[in-house]
């Protein structure tokens, strides 16, 4: 039997435990999870643009990724739970003449063209229906390093009701379990104080937030995985992962705004890390014991040796 030298296996358990890890006016009511608006006919209007999604009655945005290279990767958003003529999107390059277009739909949803700057993308279909205006928006980030700094684009003035990330993970970060992260609410561009925001996830917890004097909500995303689903895994590169919206809403001059924010998020990454680690260090204890043991014994059958020769 081959034994790995010490310094070998050190390197080894701790390259496994890092891939392992990796991956203001007055309050108003928190919006009603079935809520109907008048003129809705999902089915007919709208295709699949406006079929519900199992996990939530909200409007939101799922981006879908196609293409089997980086260089032929597509990126489809479809647009779930709101009728809109076209998806706008924003770049972290609002001078470029690509900053700030529409995305026309199809019966896929709409295609989401990569410009030359790449980064972070803000996507936001609107649906206005008599007094009633309801808003999806989302992040998308193609990856690529060196992107330009979002944080303009993310406080640019899109719609009458916004929430917006403060700030949005960059790069290779995302959304965990466990982690509180910081949400700008504000109306016509001014933060909004006691504002209710309700949030949903895939995986069924429902809480609520109301935000500060600076319009400034924390929202605490859980760690609700099932137990049945913690060996699965769900998304590309192996990380399990689920989906949240965050939704606000408010009455103002005869109108109804519905603004809603949707991402994902994972698994807490510490708890995978300590895992690892624990085995790693377990597995280090036994391989390190192995030559003590091998000694002893040596010295038992030294001793026996000698004891047969006297």
Avoid: C
């Amino acid at each position: 039997m081959r034994i790995l030298k010490p310094s070998v296996l050190v390197l080894a358990l701790a390259s496994a435990s890092l891939s392992f890890a990796a991956e203001v006016p007055s309050p108003t009511t928190v919006p009603a999870a079935a809520k109907e608006y008048p003129g809705h006919d999902h089915a007919a209007m709208g295709g699949m643009m406006g079929r519900a999604m199992a996990w939530t009655n909200h409007p939101i945005l799922k981006t879908k990724v196609g293409g089997e290279a980086r260089e032929r990767m597509t990126v489809t958003v479809v647009p779930q739970n709101i009728v809109a003529d076209g998806v706008m999107a924003w770049s972290n390059k609002l001078a470029d003449e690509h900053g700030r277009r529409q995305l026309p739909l199809e019966m896929a949803g709409a295609k989401l063209d990569k410009p030359e700057s790449g980064g972070f993308h803000w996507l936001s279909a609107r649906e206005e229906q008599g007094g009633n205006v309801r808003v999806a928006s989302t992040v998308y980030y193609f990856g690529e390093r060196g992107a330009e700094n979002p944080t303009a684009m993310f406080m640019t003035q899109k719609h009458e009701l916004e929430i917006i990330p403060q700030p949005y993970p960059r790069e290779h970060s995302r959304y965990r379990a466990n982690e509180d992260w910081k949400f700008l609410v504000r109306f016509n561009g001014q933060p909004l104080a006691g504002q209710k925001v309700a949030m949903e996830t895939q995986n069924g917890t429902k809480s609520e937030s109301v935000s500060d004097t600076q319009g400034i909500i924390t929202v605490h995303l859980p760690d609700d995985f099932k137990a049945e689903e913690k060996q699965k895994e769900m998304g590309w590169r192996g990380m399990r992962g689920s989906d949240f919206v965050l939704v606000a809403e408010r009455a103002d001059g005869g109108k109804n705004y519905l603004t809603a924010f949707n991402g994902s998020y994972g698994k807490n990454a510490f708890d995978q890390r300590s895992v690892a680690m624990g085995i790693g260090f377990t597995l280090l204890g036994m391989f390190g014991a192995a030559p003590l043991l091998r000694q002893r014994k040596a010295r038992k059958n030294d001793a026996a040796e000698q004891k047969v020769e006297v």
